[in-house]
């Protein structure tokens, strides 16, 4: 009996192994080919269907850790669908060989129906189709490794030296293939965004004005780095674009379609601007939102050379994993600095955040404005169209809500009795923040002491002095725009058009 289920449970990690070798070869040629890894075709379905309740989840208590997660549960799934499949090899092995067929196949017909940044059929196909052949070989060669002609000796049918020697063998091609994908460079890289080479802005930003940021130590920095800056997106694989081979395409209502290269779009005026980005997904007080000075050709601008129809009140924006947005039209030609960004924080903008060209919208959500990795550009209606996002739920039209957020002192946090310091944030994208008030416990409002306005599409920086007697206090702030529009105290969540209420945080005071 405990040769038998010492037999199986070498048979179940043959069966994972098997599954892991075509994983890791299908893994190194995604990353030759472009196209998408099995597991991710997999995964931006799954997000894809995922109800928005989930997504919600996800973004909120996940942020980016999500897509490593959803991958490992992905593996996890497969890892005990294979080691099942081992151990039925033993006795069957053409179950086995049927399963590790069938879950090639799923990953094959995902990997032609998902979201990537691959656009050739060829390049969309050939991860899967590797991955498919090399589970099945893999299968084929474990479980005919684990069940052997049955000699007098060996009742089980069990040849553990030829078994290890298989397994062995699949492993080390296994980890070779996925070390070579980890540390090998393959398509464009780091260095291909290095060599790009921005022009001078024609009309460049003025600088910060004196006063932007308060002296309050573990507020925001009023400009968000780079690696700091949040990031929300459905692709667990970020797109690696050559700009050499990248071109926009201007269609639809239009008395002209254009089509842009990257160079085209760098030959052109280029504005530098300070725009703060709020995420929709962003709770009351909530990190998904940050400040950054963004190089880039004006939307209005390209729009106006090809010439938009009459009747048209829509752009929807395509990223090149096929996501689509619908902006309203008058918030891209009515003076705003909207703009196709080449930039962010003085370097072309980073992978994570759509390189080499995104849309950068003032006063929108970015669910409705700050596409990524942009390839398309269709002048429309609404009523001719349904974006990804408002498929699933989400309102078609998003202006930013009045918002603020306590930094200084974090929730529960301790001080000592006395003069104490209260800071954070507020922003009001394109509308601008004119007053921030700080309550303590029931008492009145008080107001805050603001931060230079650097202009109206950024965040703005407040501070608040109050003395603090011992016990347990909760502070709550509120903002008001430069409209009179005072912050709603009414709480509200992110989905369908954006978060509302007001931030609090609670102290002890010893």
């Not at 209606?381 to 078609?396: I, P």
């Amino acid at each position: 009996m405990r040769n038998r289920w010492s037999h199986h449970a070498a048979a179940a990690a043959g069966g994972v192994i098997a599954a892991g070798v075509a994983l890791a070869i299908g893994y190194l040629v995604a990353a030759v080919t472009g196209g998408p890894w099995p597991v991710d075709a997999v995964g931006v379905q799954v997000i894809d269907w995922a109800p928005g309740p989930v997504k919600d989840f996800a973004v909120r208590e996940l942020g980016t850790a999500d897509r490593p997660l959803l991958r490992l549960g992905i593996c996890v799934v497969l890892a005990l669908v294979a080691a099942v499949a081992g151990v039925i090899g033993r006795r069957r092995q053409p179950v086995a060989v049927g399963i590790a067929f069938l879950l090639g196949l799923v990953g094959l017909v995902f990997a032609i129906f998902s979201r990537s940044a691959a656009t050739g059929v060829a390049e969309r196909l050939l991860p899967a189709a590797v991955t498919l052949v090399t589970a099945v070989v893999a299968m084929a060669l474990v479980t005919r490794s684990a069940r052997q002609p049955q000699p007098a000796e060996q009742p089980e049918g069990f040849d553990r030296r030829r078994f290890l020697l298989t397994v062995s063998a699949l492993a080390v091609v296994g980890a070779g293939a996925f070390a070579t994908t980890r540390v090998a460079s393959f398509g464009p890289g780091e260095a291909v965004r290095a060599k790009v080479r921005l022009p001078r802005p024609t009309d460049a930003a003025r600088p910060l004005p004196s006063g932007v940021q308060v002296d309050v130590p573990g507020v925001s920095r009023f400009v968000t780095p780079n690696p700091k800056f949040y990031r929300v997106d459905t692709l667990l694989e970020v797109p690696r674009i050559d700009p050499a081979d990248w071109e926009l395409r201007v269609h639809g209502m239009v008395g002209k379609e254009l089509r842009l290269s990257f160079a085209d779009l760098l030959d052109r005026r280029l504005i530098e601007r300070d725009i703060t980005l709020t995420c929709v997904s962003n709770e009351v007080g909530g990190p998904y939102v940050g400040n950054a000075r963004w190089i880039g050709v004006p939307i209005a601008d390209v729009l106006a050379e090809a010439g938009v129809r009459a009747g048209a009140d829509a752009v929807k924006s395509t990223s090149i994993d096929g996501l689509t947005i619908g902006t309203p039209l008058t918030a891209l030609t009515d003076g705003r600095d909207a703009i196709f960004a080449v930039a962010m924080n003085g370097e072309p903008l980073p992978f994570e955040h759509g390189f080499p060209v995104r849309m950068v919208v003032p006063g929108l959500y970015g669910y409705v404005s700050a596409t990524k990795w942009i390839v398309d550009v269709e002048v429309t209606r609404f009523q001719d169209f349904s974006a990804y996002w408002t498929d699933r739920g989400w309102a078609v039209e998003a202006p930013i809500k009045t918002a603020s957020r306590i930094d200084v002192p974090k929730g529960f946090a301790t001080i000592k009795a006395g003069p104490a310091v209260a800071a954070g944030v507020a922003w009001t994208q394109h509308r601008g923040i004119a007053k921030v008030e700080v309550q303590v416990d029931d008492g009145p409002w008080q107001p805050a002491v603001l931060a230079a306005e650097d202009t109206i599409d950024t965040w703005r920086q407040w501070r608040f002095q109050w003395t603090a007697v011992p016990g347990m206090h909760k502070l709550t702030v509120r903002a008001t725009d430069a409209d009179g529009n005072v912050q709603t105290a009414r709480s509200a969540p992110p989905r369908p058009n954006g978060s509302a209420g007001l931030h609090n945080t609670v102290v002890m005071v010893d």
